[in-house]
C-alpha cells in the first residue's frame, strides 16, 4: 500500500503497526441508547487504504441496531475525507477526525459529520485530545526522529504552538490539568502542562507505550507493547524479543510503578480502553498485521489475562466498549472490501454484524 | 494493428514478394501454395523467410483470438510505451496509476499477474511480482507486438490465462538501410527522443532502437476541500526512462541461423500520491537488462532451435517511511525441436529451464528458484479448410507439479465465396500460475505451501471476411468464452498467524464477448481503416473458502463489464489522420462492489504530414492530442490524470 505493488502492500501494514499505527477506542461522552434510530450515535472510524484516499465514517445507531450512513462524511460533505482516518475524537459537539496521510483533522459538526473546518499545517498526525478550548495533536512528523504535539485553538481551529515529545507520540489521556502522550517508538509518556502547553516531565515506563487510560481508582494504567526483535531473515526472534506489559502509576506519584508483564512474547497488547465506569479494562493482542484477539482484566486484578485465551476470539483490527452498556465492538482489518464490525454482548457472546468501510479501527460513542 | 488473418495474409505478400531473392526451385514450390490457405503456406519451410515464422509458437495457437500491431502501428507511439498503444488503440482495461506511473493489464477478468509477456519467446514478468508494468515497456523494444487472448498455458507457459502479450521483431531479410530520428516535445514538461535504425541484407538483419522520454507531469486537477474545489498541481509525478534494444540475426547458411538480442530499459519515477494524500516523497527506480542468443538449424523436415536469456530486474522503491530494494537475476535455457511429416502435420517438442536468483530485501535473504517444463504441440490441417492444433505442457515447480496443460483448437472454414469467407474456431484450455516469489518468500507472509493457480477455459468464434469491392473489405470476429480459475491466490490476513499472507482462498468464473470489425477501403490516394471493438467481462469470485470473507458474485475489482473501442486511420498523399475513441466502463474499487469509478469516453487524434525530402529522406511533422474532450476521469482510485494535453513530434527517416 505504500506503493501499488502488492508485494508492499503485503509489507506495509506490519510496518505501520510496528511504526506504531494502532486505533483508539471510544472518546465520546456516555449516554443512554440514542432514542432516534435515524441519528447515528456510533460512529465508526474505517481508516481506508493507504494511498487509496477512500477513509470514512460509517454512522450507526445502536439503538435500531442498524447502519445509518456506511459513508456519512462523503454524503454529509459530497468530497472523500482523506488518506488514512487514524482516529476521531468527539468533544464539546464536534468531531475532529485525524486523517493521517492528508496531514490534517477534519472538523465536523455531531451527530449530521458536516464540515466545520479543516486544521492543517500537520505532519503524520495521530490522536486527537481536548483540554478546555485547547486541542492537542500528536504527530509523527518522521519515523526517524522525534515527534511532536501540536496545540489548537478549538474556536479558530488553528495551530498555536508545536511542543517537542519523544519518538512516535501515540495516544493522550487529559488527566488534571496535564496532557500525557505516550512515546511509542520509546519507553517514556511526556507529560504536557496544559497552562504552559510545555513538557514538564517525562515518565519512563517500559519498551513501547501505545495506550492509556485512566480507571475508577484514578490510577493511570498504561500498555506497552514490549520489544519485537527480528532474525537478520526478517523473522520474529522469540528468544529475544520482550512480551508486552501493563505499568501503573498514580497521578501523584509516577515513580511509583506498578508492573505486570505478560508471560508470552507471541502477541503485542495494544489498544487499552475502559467501560463506561472505568472498572474493567479491554485491549487487543497483536501480530504484524495489526489484528488480533480482544481481551478483558478488572481494574482490581493483580494478575494480566493469558494471551492464549481471549476474552474473544478473532482478528481485529479496531476496538470500542459502548460506555453506556459495555457492548463490545470489534472491526475487522481486511482492506479488501469486505471488511465489517461485530457486537459482542458485555459477556463476550456475539449479537450482529455489519458491513462496514476499509479498515475499521475504532468506534467513537456519541451523545447529546 | 490486424487480425490474425489480415497478418497471415500479409506474410503471404511479403513471402511472395521476397521470393525474386530465392532459389527458382524454392520459388517453384512457394507458388503451388493456394493464396488463400495462408498457414499452408507457414509450412513451405524451405523459405527461409518462412523458416522464421514457422518457428513461432503462433503456428501452434490455432481456434483463438490474436490482435496484432505491426511496425506501423507502433511508429505511431515511437516515445510512448506498450501502455499507450493497448489503452487508446484496444478495448483492453489498463489499471494507470497517472502518467508513466504503474500500468497493469488486465485480460478476460483476471488479473495483472494472469498474463503473460513474452519477449522473444522468454517471460518477462518481474518473477518477484509476477506481472509486468506495461509503463516500463518503451514501443521501440519490438517491432511486433501481438495480444493473445485467453488461456494458452501450453503454449506459452507459466501464467498465461487470461492471455498473452508477444513482443517480437521479426526479421525482415534483404530490406536495406532505414531508420528514423524523432524528437518530441508535449504538454506538463514531455519531452522525448527517439532513433531506430535497421540493416538487412540475405545474410544479415540488425536493428537498433533507442528511446528516451522525462516529463514533470504537474498537470492540473481539481479537488474537493472544506468549503470548495481548488486546483492543485500534481506533484512527485515526474519521471525519466530509457530504452536501448539491439537484434541481430545471422544466417551462416540456408539452414542455420544465429540470433542475439538485448534489451535494456532503465526508470526512474517519482510515485504519484493518491488525490488527498501527503507527498512521502517515494521513487521507484526499475531496470531491466535482458540478453539473448539463440542458434536455430533449419532442414527439410526438421527444425532444431536453442535459445539461452539472462534478465536482471531491479525494483528499488523508497519513500519517508519505506525502503525496499530488488533485484531477481533470471537464467533461462530453451531447446525445441520441430518435425514436418508433412506440409499439414508439423509436431514440436521443447523444453524450458528456469533460475531465478532473487536479493529482494522483503525476502530477508537470497532465495534461489528452479522451474521446468516440457511441451509437445501438434498442429494439423487434414483439409486445406480445417486447422487443427493440440498442445500439451507440464511444468515442474519446486515441490510442486501443477496440473498438465492441455490446449486444443480448431479452425474450419465452412462457407467460401469468391468474396466472403466464414470461419468456425474454438479452443479449450487447461492453464497455471506458478505462485510469484514474493507470494512464496515475503517476510512475513510468503506462503511456500502456496498451490499453483489453475485455470480451465474455453472459447469458440466466427470469423467473417468480406470483400465488398475491390477496394474496400470489413472482417467482424465474434468470440465468446468462459475460464474458471480455481486457486485463485489473494493476500488477506491470517487470524492464526496474525500477518497478511497469500492463500488459494477461492474459485473465479470470467466469462464474455468479444466483438471487433475492420474495414479497409483504398480507393485512391485515400485510404481509411476503420476498427470498432466491444468486450463484455463478467468476472466473479463464485466460491470461496471459510478464510476467505470476500463476498461471492460481485463483479472483481478494476474489471470494466463495458469497454469499447473505435479508431480510424486516414491516409491522403502524404497527410495522415488517425483517432481513437475508447469506451470504459464502470468499475468496482472493492471486492464488496460498493464503491466504484464511474465510465468515461477517452478521445485521443493525431495528424501528421510527411515531406519527402529525396528518395531517400522523409520529414515527418506529427501533432497528437489526448483526451481531446477534456474529460476529468480516473483509471486507478485516487490517481488524478491530466484533462487536454498533446504532443509535437518531428521525425527524419530514411531508407
Redesign the interface.
Known amino acids: 500500500m505504500f506503493s501499488p505493488f502488492s508485494f508492499l502492500f503485503a509489507t506495509a501494514r506490519p510496518l505501520l503497526a510496528l511504526a506504531g499505527l494502532l486505533s483508539l477506542g471510544s472518546c465520546g461522552s456516555s449516554s443512554d441508547p440514542d432514542p432516534n434510530p435515524s441519528v447515528s450515535n456510533v460512529f465508526v472510524v474505517n481508516e481506508g487504504a493507504f494511498q487509496k484516499s477512500d477513509a470514512d465514517i460509517t454512522g450507526f445507531s445502536s439503538s435500531a441496531g442498524q447502519v445509518v450512513n456506511a459513508t456519512l462524511f462523503t454524503s454529509a460533505n459530497s468530497r472523500a475525507l482523506g488518506d488514512v482516518a487514524q482516529s476521531m475524537t468527539v468533544a464539546n459537539g464536534h468531531g475532529y477526525i485525524v486523517v493521517n496521510n492528508s496531514n490534517k483533522v477534519e472538523v465536523v459538526s455531531m451527530p449530521d459529520v458536516k464540515s466545520v473546518a479543516t486544521i492543517t499545517g500537520l505532519s503524520l498526525p495521530r490522536y486527537f485530545a481536548v483540554s478546555g478550548t485547547k486541542g492537542y495533536v500528536s504527530e509523527t512528523v518522521a519515523y526517524s526522529g522525534p515527534g511532536r504535539v501540536s496545540v489548537i485553538d478549538l474556536t479558530t481551529n488553528t495551530v498555536t504552538k508545536t511542543i517537542p515529545v519523544g519518538l512516535q507520540p501515540e495516544r493522550m489521556l487529559v488527566a488534571d490539568g496535564k496532557v500525557y502522550v505516550v512515546n511509542s517508538a520509546a519507553n517514556s509518556i511526556s507529560v504536557i502542562n496544559t497552562q504552559t502547553d510545555a513538557v514538564e516531565s517525562t515518565i519512563t515506563v517500559d519498551n513501547a507505550p501505545n495506550s492509556l487510560v485512566q480507571d475508577a481508582n484514578g490510577q493511570i494504567r498504561v500498555l506497552c507493547g514490549g520489544k519485537t526483535v527480528y532474525t537478520p531473515t526478517y523473522e520474529v526472534d522469540y528468544t529475544l524479543t520482550q512480551p508486552g506489559s501493563l505499568v501503573s502509576f498514580a497521578p501523584s506519584a509516577p515513580t511509583m510503578q506498578t508492573r505486570l508483564t505478560f508471560a508470552s512474547n507471541r502477541l503485542r497488547p495494544t489498544d487499552l480502553q475502559t467501560n463506561g465506569d472505568k472498572t474493567q479494562l479491554y485491549f487487543r493482542a497483536v501480530a504484524n498485521s495489526g489484528i488480533g484477539p480482544i481481551f478483558r482484566m478488572g481494574i482490581n486484578n493483580n494478575s494480566l489475562p493469558d494471551l492464549t485465551a481471549p476474552f474473544i476470539k478473532g482478528a481485529f483490527y479496531g476496538l470500542g466498549i459502548d460506555p453506556n452498556d459495555a457492548t463490545i465492538y470489534g472491526g475487522t482489518g481486511t482492506f479488501s472490501g469486505s471488511d465489517k464490525f461485530i457486537r459482542y454482548r458485555s459477556i463476550g457472546t456475539s449479537i450482529d454484524t455489519f458491513a462496514t468501510g476499509s479498515g475499521p479501527n475504532s468506534f467513537v460513542f456519541y451523545q447529546q | 494493428m490486424c487480425t490474425i488473418n489480415s497478418c497471415q495474409r500479409w506474410l503471404v505478400v511479403r513471402v511472395l514478394l521476397g521470393v525474386g531473392c530465392l532459389l527458382s526451385s524454392m520459388l517453384a514450390q512457394a507458388q503451388h501454395v493456394a493464396p488463400t490457405d495462408s498457414s499452408a503456406l507457414q509450412g513451405a519451410h524451405l523459405l527461409p523467410e518462412a523458416v522464421v515464422e514457422a518457428a513461432r509458437l503462433s503456428h501452434y495457437a490455432v481456434g483463438t483470438r490474436r490482435t496484432v500491431f505491426d511496425s506501423t502501428d507502433l511508429a505511431l507511439y515511437p516515445a510512448g510505451t506498450l501502455a499507450d498503444v493497448l489503452a487508446a488503440r484496444t478495448p483492453l482495461y489498463l489499471k494507470n496509476?497517472g502518467p508513466g506511473?504503474?500500468s497493469?493489464i488486465s485480460l478476460r477478468g483476471t488479473s495483472a499477474r494472469h498474463t503473460a509477456v513474452l519477449w522473444h519467446g522468454f517471460n518477462i514478468n518481474l518473477p518477484?511480482?509476477g506481472e509486468a508494468d506495461f509503463a516500463l515497456l518503451p514501443t521501440t523494444g519490438a517491432t511486433q507486438v501481438a495480444v493473445q487472448h485467453g488461456p494458452a498455458g501450453a503454449t506459452y507457459g507459466n501464467g498465461a490465462i487470461g492471455g498473452t502479450v508477444l513482443l517480437s521483431s521479426p526479421v525482415r531479410w534483404g530490406v536495406g538501410l532505414r531508420g528514423q530520428v524523432q524528437a518530441d516535445a508535449g504538454s506538463f514538461g514531455l519531452g522525448a527522443g527517439s532513433l531506430e535504425n535497421s540493416f538487412s541484407n540475405q545474410k544479415i538483419a540488425l536493428r537498433t532502437a533507442a528511446a528516451y522520454r522525462e516529463a514533470e507531469n504537474n498537470f492540473p486537477y481539481p479537488e474537493?476541500?472544506?468549503g470548495g474545489t481548488v486546483t492543485r498541481r500534481q506533484t512527485n509525478a515526474a519521471f525519466r526512462q530509457w530504452s536501448v534494444a539491439q537484434d541481430a540475426t545471422f544466417r551462416l547458411n540456408l539452414h542455420d541461423e544465429l540470433t542475439a538480442a538485448v534489451w535494456l530499459t532503465d526508470a526512474n519515477r517519482q510515485?504519484q500520491?493518491?488525490?488527498?494524500?501527503?507527498n512521502?516523497r517515494?521513487r521507484?527506480r526499475d531496470q531491466s537488462r535482458r540478453l539473448l542468443a539463440g542458434y536455430r538449424h533449419v532442414a527439410r523436415r526438421h527444425e532444431t532451435g536453442v535459445q539461452a536469456a539472462w534478465f536482471e530486474d531491479v525494483?528499488n522503491?523508497q519513500?519517508?517511511?519505506?525502503l525496499?530494494n530488488?533485484r531477481v537475476r533470471t537464467s533461462q535455457l530453451q531447446a525445441d525441436h520441430a518435425i514436418r511429416f508433412s506440409p499439414t502435420l508439423s509436431v514440436r517438442v521443447g523444453a524450458e529451464a528456469q533460475h531465478y536468483a532473487a536479493q529482494?530485501d522483503?525476502?530477508?535473504?537470497a532465495i534461489t528458484e528452479n522451474r521446468f517444463s516440457g511441451y509437445g504441440l501438434l498442429r494439423y490441417d487434414p483439409h486445406p479448410t480445417l486447422h487443427l492444433s493440440l498442445n500439451l505442457r507440464q511444468a515442474l515447480l519446486p515441490h510442486r507439479r501443477p496440473s498438465l496443460a492441455p490446449t486444443a483448437g480448431a479452425e474450419w472454414q465452412f462457407w467460401q465465396t469468391p468474396t466472403q469467407r466464414w470461419l468456425l474456431k474454438g479452443s479449450a484450455s487447461r492453464s497455471y500460475r506458478a505462485p510469484t516469489l514474493?507470494e512464496r518468500y515475503?517476510?512475513?507472509?510468503g506462503n511456500p505451501d502456496l498451490q499453483p493457480e489453475t485455470s480451465v477455459g474455453y472459447e469458440g468464434g466466427l470469423r467473417h471476411e468480406w470483400q465488398l469491392a475491390p477496394t474496400l473489405t470489413v472482417q467482424t470476429e465474434l468470440t465468446a468464452y468462459r475460464q474458471l480459475v480455481q486457486n485463485w491466490v489473494?493476500?488477506?490476513?491470517?487470524?492464526n498467524?496474525?500477518?497478511?499472507t497469500?492463500r488459494n482462498l477461492r474459485l473465479v468464473r470470467a466469462q464474455g464477448l468479444e466483438a471487433n470489425t475492420q474495414l479497409t477501403w483504398r480507393p485512391g490516394a485515400y485510404s481509411l481503416t476503420t476498427r470498432a471493438a466491444y468486450t463484455f467481462t463478467q468476472s466473479r469470485k463464485v466460491e470461496g473458502t471459510a478464510a476467505d470473507?470476500?463476498?461471492v458474485n460481485r463483479q472483481l475489482?478494476y474489471v470494466p463489464l463495458h469497454s469499447a473501442a473505435v479508431s480510424t486511420d486516414h491516409a491522403w498523399r502524404h497527410w495522415q489522420f488517425t483517432s481513437s475513441l475508447t469506451f470504459t466502463g464502470l468499475r468496482y474499487?472493492?471486492?464488496?462492489?460498493?464503491?466504484s469509478l464511474p465510465s468515461y469516453l477517452l478521445l485521443n487524434a493525431a495528424l501528421s504530414y510527411r515531406l519527402r525530402l529525396n528518395h531517400t529522406w522523409d520529414l515527418t511533422a506529427l501533432a497528437q492530442g489526448y483526451n481531446l474532450t477534456n474529460q476529468l476521469y480516473r483509471s486507478?482510485?485516487?490517481q488524478a490524470l491530466p484533462r487536454r494535453n498533446g504532443q509535437l513530434s518531428l521525425r527524419l527517416s530514411w531508407h
Not at chain 2, 442 to 445: D, F, I, K, L, V
Not at chain 2, 589 to 595: K, M, N, V, Y
Request: hydrophobic letters at 40%; aromatic letters at 14%; glycine letters at 8%.
Open positions: 496509476y506511473q504503474l497493469s518477484s511480482l474537493r476541500v472544506f510515485i500520491p493518491a488525490i488527498g494524500a501527503a512521502d517515494a521507484e525494483l522503491y519513500s519517508d517511511a519505506l525496499s530488488s529482494v522483503g525476502y530477508g535473504r514474493n515475503w517476510r512475513p507472509g489473494q493476500w488477506l490476513p491470517d487470524a498467524l496474525g500477518y497478511w497469500p470473507p470476500d463476498p475489482p474499487l472493492d471486492a464488496s462492489a460498493t464503491r486507478y482510485a485516487a
